[in-house]
């Protein structure tokens, strides 16, 4: 008897995975994922057989890791959290009778979050941006409707170049609800190789640092940067 685990690797660098991610790559005997992100994990998987696969094969890739999880032990990788914009969820839909388990891994926004202080720490929610499979009219409706709600906001696949202006427009949105000095961080590879942060407001924000590596924290009504640090208080009260 074969299982597939659907396994979030995490933001990019060993330490930063899972103990579990980790034991269920070392006891599978196959390891099925996305080419960039079987390299981010190659030093755990030197003896094993990968299957890896180009960016847009995502249908392709999960019916193969089904497929073999019936006689073998698979993993399929994604980064971050497999249940957060990864192969959880078609994983799940594709299923028969196969065994799967999921196995969470740390998310972009929080990964993102640790290097510039503390934004998400009120209610907040994440939207990607990719109109792949989300029609554009359905994100700007997510965007005003969680900027009314005042949720902190973090923005996943934020640009690409098929879609240059959507960012921009996106956050035209947020301004018709917040002040003009509410903080907005861009973090581009959080938590690994090539990491790199910019502190903006609404009003200073620039979007040409944006890239398909970043994610895009916008905070609250109450959020602030305080020395270079960006903070989103929950409310307590604190002792003068
Ligand atoms: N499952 C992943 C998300 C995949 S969607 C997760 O839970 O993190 C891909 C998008 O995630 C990218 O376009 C980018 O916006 C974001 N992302 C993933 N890893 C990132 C990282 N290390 N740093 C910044 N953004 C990242």
């Given at each position: 008897?074969?299982k597939?685990?659907?396994?979030?690797?995490?933001?990019?660098?060993?330490?930063?995975?899972?103990?579990?991610?980790?034991k269920?790559?070392?006891?599978?005997?196959i390891i099925?994922?996305?080419?960039?992100?079987?390299?981010?994990?190659?030093?755990?998987?030197?003896?094993?057989?990968?299957?890896?696969?180009?960016?847009?094969?995502?249908?392709?890739?999960?019916?193969?890791?089904?497929?073999?999880?019936?006689?073998h032990?698979?993993?399929?990788?994604?980064?971050?959290?497999?249940?957060?914009?990864?192969?959880?969820?078609?994983?799940?839909?594709?299923?028969?009778?196969?065994?799967?388990?999921?196995?969470?891994?740390?998310?972009?926004?929080?990964?993102?979050?640790?290097?510039?202080?503390a934004?998400?720490?009120?209610?907040?929610?994440?939207?990607?941006?990719?109109?792949?499979?989300?029609?554009?009219?359905?994100?700007?409706?997510r965007?005003?409707?969680?900027a009314?709600?005042?949720?902190?906001?973090?923005?996943?696949?934020?640009?690409?170049?098929?879609?240059?202006?959507?960012?921009?427009?996106?956050?035209?949105?947020?301004?018709?609800?917040?002040?003009?000095?509410?903080?907005?961080?861009?973090?581009?590879?959080?938590?690994?190789?090539?990491?790199?942060?910019?502190?903006?407001?609404?009003?200073?924000?620039?979007?040409?640092?944006?890239?398909?590596?970043?994610v895009?924290?916008?905070?609250?009504?109450?959020?602030y940067?305080?020395?270079?640090?960006?903070?989103?208080?929950?409310?307590?009260?604190?002792?003068?």
């Amino acid at each position: 008897m074969g299982k597939l685990y659907v396994v979030g690797i995490g933001p990019g660098g060993y330490e930063n995975m899972t103990l579990r991610a980790v034991k269920v790559i070392e006891n599978s005997e196959i390891i099925v994922g996305y080419t960039k992100y079987i390299e981010m994990i190659k030093d755990l998987i030197k003896n094993k057989e990968v299957i890896s696969t180009g960016m847009r094969a995502e249908v392709e890739r999960c019916k193969k890791a089904l497929e073999l999880s019936k006689d073998h032990v698979v993993s399929i990788v994604s980064t971050g959290d497999p249940g957060i914009y990864g192969m959880a969820g078609l994983i799940l839909e594709m299923r028969k009778d196969e065994d799967v388990e999921v196995i969470p891994g740390l998310t972009a926004s929080s990964a993102a979050a640790s290097i510039v202080g503390a934004p998400l720490m009120h209610d907040n929610c994440n939207i990607s941006l990719s109109d792949l499979m989300t029609p554009y009219e359905l994100i700007k409706k997510r965007i005003e409707l969680a900027a009314s709600g005042d949720f902190v906001i973090s923005l996943y696949n934020p640009k690409s170049k098929g879609r240059p202006h959507y960012l921009k427009e996106c956050i035209d949105i947020v301004k018709k609800y917040r002040k003009g000095d509410t903080p907005i961080a861009v973090v581009k590879n959080a938590l690994r190789e090539g990491q790199e942060h910019k502190l903006f407001t609404l009003d200073s924000f620039d979007d040409s640092v944006v890239d398909m590596m970043s994610v895009v924290i916008i905070g609250n009504s109450n959020s602030y940067i305080k020395d270079g640090v960006f903070i989103t208080p929950r409310g307590y009260k604190i002792p003068q």
